[in-house]
């Protein structure tokens, strides 16, 4: 769910792509949506549609300014997920806000690697220890 300041819900998102054994539980989502807020249009994306560059490319094309992705990349996954958060963002030309869980559950060790990429993939902010915590950076859509 996409909340606003006001706690109003703006718009929900239905993950697509499912990875590994999550298509036994769940039921995919069929569109992609970009929802307008006061900050801007913003598109969603959930943890393995990052993957497919597709993804990104229709919420750009929605007329999204800005992408959040919402996600549990675990070990050893790192590397692929700093790469395709940055590659989103460079293929699109567009500011990405990317959230990854920390902690363990039952096998997988969530590793966070949080991070705000300006639309050329460079990290504007992020949060790679392995601690709680916040981070800001301030977006400029020109």
Known sequence: MLIN???QIVGTYQKVHFFDTEQRYFTPGKTYSVFKTKIGTIGMMMCYDTFFPEVARILVLEHADLLIISTNWERPRIQDWELCVR?????NIIPIVAANRIGFDKESDFFRHSKIS???GTVMSSLDSERLGYLQATI???
């Open 5 to 7: 300041d006001q706690g």
């Open 118 to 120: 300006d639309p050329l």
């Open 140 to 142: 400029d859509y020109e």
């Open 87 to 91: 590659a989103r963002a460079l293929d």
